[in-house]
């Protein structure tokens, strides 16, 4: 059983589109992030939600809504997606929003043409 | 603010080699410190981690020291094997309440046969 899943791993798409990634974590954790790493496999993050509250909202597009149904999943929308978007995003959870390790998920390798 | 600096790779080194990927940190307070390893096409992975001075962490072989004078966290391995090869993240944690792990840019290793 996967800790932190993402789908769609792979997702190809044109230029003004909008998608979504969803992730769930089986461990019972109760935070869960969004990162997005780019080619040079630099790594930064977008967002944190404990306990489906936003606590962590860095300077990102507005493009970029995500959403936490529960604790358990944390879902990431994109709209109007530019070539810049293109990237791996990955998903991770943490025990507490104090905890420094975190488990990630598999990533998603969003391009975008 | 909090900054992670590490070696820039890529590092080749023959199978059994010594290994050292150089870490230093910028941070107020006082951090936790983290190497994370991502292999081929997967997420990222907790190696080890120090919460405090002089703290060593270890696993799989690799060691990695809190030196607060030097404001460093080098990871060490003494014989590393093919296996090894993969992206190593340096990260930090503050201790002032702030959420967010801060990642280093990373370190490719690759190690031949």
């Known amino acids: 059983d996967t800790a932190v899943s993402q789908t769609p791993k792979y997702l190809v798409t044109q230029m003004g589109n909008d998608k979504s990634i969803k992730c769930e974590q089986n461990l019972g954790h109760d935070t869960m992030y969004w990162y997005k790493q780019d080619s040079k496999k630099f790594l930064k993050i977008m967002f944190s939600?404990?306990?489906?509250?936003?606590?962590i909202n860095e300077t990102v597009p507005n493009r970029f809504s995500p959403k936490s149904p529960d604790k358990a999943h944390l879902n990431l929308h994109i709209n109007s997606l530019e070539l810049g978007d293109s990237a791996v995003y990955f998903c991770?959870?943490?025990?507490?929003?104090?905890?420094?390790?975190?488990?990630f998920g598999e990533g998603s390798r969003l391009t975008v043409l | 603010g909090d900054s992670v600096t590490q070696m820039e790779g890529p590092v080749t080194l023959s199978e059994e080699a010594f290994l050292t990927i150089n870490c230093t940190y910028t941070?107020?307070?006082?951090?936790?410190l983290f190497w994370y390893v991502q292999y081929p096409g997967e997420g990222l992975q907790l190696l080890l981690k120090a919460t405090k001075a002089d703290d060593k962490g270890s696993n799989k072989g690799f060691e990695a020291t809190y030196r607060k004078e030097t404001t460093s966290f080098h990871l060490e391995k003494g014989s590393v094997q093919v296996s090894d090869s993969a992206v190593y993240f340096c990260a930090l944690r503050t201790s002032f309440g702030n959420e967010k792990l801060t990642f280093g840019t990373g370190t490719r290793l690759t190690i031949i046969p």
């Open positions: 941070a107020t307070g006082y951090p936790s």
């Open positions: 991770a959870s943490s025990q507490d929003a104090g905890s420094g390790e975190l488990f």
């Open positions: 939600y404990n306990n489906k509250e936003l606590i």
